[in-house]
């Protein structure tokens, strides 16, 4: 059975950094497109940065080279590095993967139950 369990989330001020990990169980991260998304309250779920099976990475444009994405496939984990860290930053940051990378949550099959990132002024 497919598990995705995201970790690393907390506080942390303005200009702050924070790297946030995704352990596969049941799934090999290096054979599918894997992806960052965040949710905060009152807001749609959006995309984040994806990176593929093949390491190409997609970032939106709302990172702004803050945050970079990562696979270590020995370790079947995926981080994302997040640097520079805003206020509206502020969400659940959820992992998710499926076959190709795609802007859309609603394309991803598998999902974890995210972790909460706080950035406070």
């Known amino acids: 059975q497919v598990q995705l369990v995201e970790s690393g989330g907390g506080l942390v001020q303005p200009g702050g950094s924070l790297k946030l990990s995704c352990a596969g169980t049941?799934?090999?991260?290096?054979?599918?497109?894997v992806a960052w998304f965040r949710q905060a309250p009152g807001k749609e779920r959006e995309g984040v940065s994806c990176?593929?099976?093949?390491?190409?990475?997609f970032y939106s444009d709302f990172v702004k080279g803050r945050f970079t994405i990562s696979r270590d496939n020995a370790k079947n984990l995926l981080y994302l590095q997040m640097n520079d860290l805003r206020p509206e930053d502020t969400a659940v940051y959820y992992c998710?993967?499926?076959?190709?990378?795609?802007?859309?949550?609603?394309?991803?099959?598998?999902w974890g139950q995210g972790t909460q990132v706080t950035v406070f002024s």
């Open positions: 998710a993967a499926d076959i190709i990378c795609k802007r859309s949550p609603s394309d991803f099959g598998y």
């Open positions: 049941g799934i090999q991260l290096q054979t599918f497109a």
């Open positions: 990176i593929t099976k093949t390491d190409d990475t």
